[in-house]
């Protein structure tokens, strides 16, 4: 996640950083910033200047974790990426287990 924020475009990652503050401190939210994908999963919708970014998190003991950013080039979430999400969710949940 942290690498591909530092990939982005200086204004881009602080739009996404900006939209992140925003769900951090004012949680719950909805529509048209936070969407629920199923499973505990959620979104986060930024809006690029010139394309939409996602940030797939979950809320997990009253905190935020991020979990996944990506461009997005389709009307749906692809469905690696959300693959991808929901791995990274059952890891640090059973890592925080521990």
Do not use: C
């Amino acid at each position: 996640m942290r690498d591909w924020l530092k990939d982005l475009p200086a204004d881009e990652r602080r739009t996404i950083g900006e939209d992140i503050k925003t769900v951090q401190y004012r949680w719950p939210l909805g529509m048209p910033l936070v969407k629920s994908l199923g499973d505990g999963l959620w979104e986060i919708r930024s809006t690029l200047p010139t394309r939409i970014a996602r940030t797939l998190f979950i809320v997990h003991q009253g905190e935020i974790i991020l979990l996944h950013g990506f461009i997005k080039k389709t009307q749906r979430t692809p469905s690696e990426d959300r693959a991808l999400a929901l791995k990274r969710k059952d890891a640090y949940i059973k890592n925080s287990k521990g």
